[in-house]
């Protein structure tokens, strides 16, 4: 069992534009991490995922070239820096670990279902 424990740059509503930085550290090293976020009336989407391994990392169309995901392997750490915020990008984000190896990565990455173990979740609001 992966422990995922999640914190955040900052802290209070972020202005449009903005950024914010998520971190989750997990107890033990994963196949793959990744972040989601849901929203009131929306199914959870993935935003971002990245492996400990070689595979590339995969975003969400509407965050590509304003999120970043990356790692460190040392500390088992996955941060997701997120860049010119948009109201849009509001939602409860959570950070999830997938323990078993994931086939066609680049087509399953943000598939919420390869994912078994899962943080408690920050609330991020872009307020407009």
């Known amino acids: 069992q992966v422990q995922l424990v999640e914190s955040r740059g900052r802290s209070g509503q972020i202005g449009v534009g903005g950024s914010l930085r998520l971190f989750c550290v997990a107890s033990q090293t994963p196949f793959a991490m990744a972040w989601f976020r849901r929203v009131p009336g929306k199914e959870r989407e993935g935003v971002a995922a990245?492996?400990?391994?070689?595979?590339?990392?995969v975003y969400l169309p509407s965050v590509q070239g304003r999120f970043t995901i990356t790692r460190d392997d040392a500390t088992k750490t996955v941060t997701l820096q997120m860049n010119s915020l948009m109201p849009e990008d509001s939602g409860m984000y959570y950070c999830?670990?997938?323990?078993?190896?994931?086939?066609?990565?680049?087509?399953?990455?943000?598939?919420?279902?390869?994912?078994?173990?899962w943080g408690q979740g920050t609330q991020v609001i872009v307020a407009s």
């Open positions: 990245i492996t400990f391994g070689s595979g590339p990392v």
């Open positions: 999830a670990a997938a323990v078993d190896r994931i086939t066609w990565w680049t087509v399953s990455a943000l598939n919420p279902g390869y994912y078994t173990n």
